[in-house]
């Protein structure tokens, strides 16, 4: 690995391309999602932020370091959390999540949902990815974007704040980290989880990503977010 490389954590697929993921406990999730109305077009009436804090449903089995979700909120164990902090790596808050087997009356390990806060600022253009202006609708502020066609040109170091974890705009959902961060996972043998080189990242088709409020501290995402116009 060198000094400038970039990676992002993901779940693990099965060789049969299946994949262990937590769920939402729709129960006590319900009304979990603030609601976006758009006074233009009411077809982009859409889940906004989420209001509450996890409640999931966890596959039988181990419970792994790593757990994700079918929306890819990343959830971690008490005891990776405390290994993380202990290693110094930065860029990150957590949230605690209520959780419950799918199939089983034993309780769940305590457990954390990762919430990124260190910044890498948007997307480099020659990555592919830029605004569509024309399909975005500036009256509810529903961004749409253009696909990943070339992941070398992802991450403008420049803008890297230097954190561990960070975000890139608009894909706040990939959880990219630094090599501090793989060092840390493999040193430790953490499980369920899988690192891929930033630069090998599949592209994609188009993001619409909604607001950088939805995915951090609303103080961090005002901070970064109005001056881009993405708050």
Same mark, same amino acid.
């Given at each position: 690995m060198s000094g400038d490389s970039f990676f992002h954590l993901d779940h693990i697929r099965t060789s049969a391309g299946s994949r262990k993921l937590?769920?939402?406990d729709h129960d006590k999730m319900e009304s979990a999602l603030e609601v976006i109305k758009c006074q233009k077009d009411p077809g982009h009436q859409r889940g906004g932020k989420r209001l509450t804090n996890l409640s999931v449903v966890l596959p039988n089995g181990e419970v792994q370091d790593f757990i994700w979700t079918?929306?890819?909120?990343?959830?971690?164990?008490?005891? &990776?959390?405390?290994?993380?902090? $202990?290693?110094g790596l930065t860029g990150f808050e957590v949230k605690p999540v209520v959780a %419950?087997? /799918?199939?089983?009356?034993?309780?769940?390990?305590?457990l954390w949902e990762l919430v990124v806060?260190?910044?890498?600022g948007r997307a480099k253009p020659e990555s592919g990815i830029h605004l569509n202006d024309q399909a975005s609708c500036h009256t509810c502020a529903h961004l749409k974007y253009t696909g990943l066609s070339n992941p070398r040109e992802l991450i403008d170091k420049k803008v890297w704040d230097g954190s561990d974890f960070?975000?890139?705009?608009?894909?706040?959902?990939?959880?990219?980290?630094?090599?501090?961060?793989?060092?840390?996972?493999?040193?430790?043998?953490? &499980?369920?989880?899988?690192?891929? $080189?930033?630069?090998?990242?599949?592209?994609?088709d188009g993001f619409t990503?909604? %607001?950088? /409020?939805?995915?951090?501290p609303d103080a961090r995402a005002r901070e970064l977010g109005e001056p881009l116009g993405i708050y």
């Open positions: 937590a769920e939402w079918w929306q890819s909120e990343c959830i971690m164990q008490a005891r &990776t959390l405390e290994i993380l902090r $202990s290693n %419950r087997f /799918r199939k089983s009356i034993r309780r769940p390990p305590p806060t260190g910044w890498a960070f975000m890139v705009w608009p894909i706040p959902r990939y959880v990219f980290v630094s090599e501090r961060v793989v060092k840390t996972v493999q040193d430790h043998h953490l &499980t369920g989880v899988q690192i891929v $080189s930033a630069s090998d990242l599949k592209m994609t990503p909604g %607001r950088l /409020r939805y995915y951090m």
